[in-house]
Each structure stands twice: as C-alpha cells, then as structure tokens.
C-alpha cells in the first residue's frame, strides 16, 4: 500500500504556464519534503514544511501542507524549461525517522 | 562544504557475487539512511543508522543484505550472493539528527546492474 499519493503522474506544459503538483496520504506526517530529482542523480532537498496550513515560497515554487497535514502540494509559477524533473514528496512520520515517498511526478517543460 | 558522498557510482556484478556500497555523510551529520530505487519504482527505505548503530532496518531483507556505520569511516550496505532484482539505484542520505524536522540530504547514488 503507497501511503503517499502523487497526482499527475506525469505533466508536460508549455513554458510560462502554471501548474500544481499534488502529494496526498490518509496518514498524518510530522513533516514532509519535496525533492526534485534528476536522471541519473539523487533526490535535492527543495523544501520542508512542518505546520499544518503552513506555505512556504521558493523563488516561483509555493509549498503547501495541508491543515490536517495528510497532503500537500507544489505550484509553480510561469515554468521553465529548468523545471523539467520528477517531483518528489516524502512523509516523516511522528517518532518515525525514516522517510515515505511518493509516487512522484514526472514534469516536463516544453520551450 | 561537501554533499553526502557515495561510491562507486556504478557497480556492476555477476550472480553470486558481493556488492559494498560507501557512503560519507555530510560533514557534521551523524545519521545515515539508505534507500533503494528499483527501475520504475519510488524510492524505498531499507535502514537507518546512527554511529555503530543500526536504529531501523525494517525496510532491509533479512537475507544477504547488511549495513554498518562504523565509529571511523563510510557507513557501508553490504549485498552478499546477488541476484538479478538486486538490480537498482542505491541512495544514501544523511541529517544531523535530533530537532532538524528530519531533513534527509541524498547523494548521487550508486546504480547497481547485476548480470
């Protein structure tokens, strides 16, 4: 059973489009991360958010964790081509150090 | 100030033989984690160590896998007699531990190809 759902699965847009990510569970985390990862390379740190409702802003990424804080999304603004990669999310859990990921997403950015 | 350092990059082994994976936390970090990442697959936690101690290795298989993070060194994962679905992206991540909201720092991996 995938704790961590991520929709879409797989996303091509335009560049300068908009778009949303999302991360959702029925289980609550204690914290949760986004990671970007690119082929052949491991996951990079983008963001923690740890409070429920809390939003945090990278540059044109806005991070998201939900009130209840079972889900969480990603929006990124006006998309570039560098945006191309396969979002990740991963859960902690509370007294649990490991971390659960997510399905991921499988964004592409046309010029 | 250098990432989370693991190697070989690439390793590639025939049926039977042993695997060892290093990995070098980030400078100052005294937990490591490795996850493994199947072709098509998310990644997966298999242990998480502290300094000469394993803290969870409830993601590990019983048989044929081990890992150590000794006092000096690289923490090591260990794959004995592998076999062809060993084949994957190993990862190691490492955080400085208690109070840090579990922030996980990964390396490049090492991408394993058993023939």
């Known amino acids: 059973t995938q704790l961590l759902e991520q929709s879409p699965q797989f996303l091509s847009i335009q560049e300068g489009e908009n778009l949303t990510v999302y991360c959702n569970s029925s289980?609550?985390?204690?914290?949760l991360q986004w990671y970007r990862q690119e082929p052949g390379e491991g996951p990079v740190l983008l963001v923690t958010v740890v409070t429920g409702g809390e939003v945090k802003k990278l540059k044109r990424l806005t991070f998201q964790f939900g009130d209840a804080r079972k889900d969480s999304s990603l929006h990124i603004t006006a998309a570039q081509p560098g945006d191309t990669g396969l979002y990740l999310c991963?859960?902690?859990?509370?007294?649990?150090?490991?971390?659960?990921f997510g399905t991921g997403t499988r964004l592409t950015i046309i010029p | 100030n250098a990432g989370v350092m693991q190697n070989p990059r690439h390793l590639v082994r025939r049926r039977g033989q042993e695997a060892r994976l290093r990995c070098s936390p980030m400078k100052g970090h005294s937990h490591v984690y490795w996850y493994r990442q199947l072709p098509e697959e998310g990644l997966k936690f298999m242990v998480y160590l502290q300094k000469e101690n394993i803290i969870d290795e409830s993601g590990m298989p019983k048989e044929r896998f081990s890992a150590e993070f000794p006092k000096e060194g690289p923490s090591i994962l260990r794959i004995q007699q592998v076999v062809r679905g060993d084949s994957a992206a190993y990862f190691c991540?490492?955080?400085?531990?208690?109070?840090?909201?579990?922030?996980?720092?990964f390396g490049p991996g090492t991408r394993l190809t058993v023939l």
């Open positions: 991540a490492s955080s400085p531990g208690a109070g840090t909201y579990n922030e996980q720092f």
């Open positions: 991963a859960g902690a859990r509370f007294g649990n150090e490991k971390l659960t």
């Open positions: 289980s609550v985390f204690s914290s």
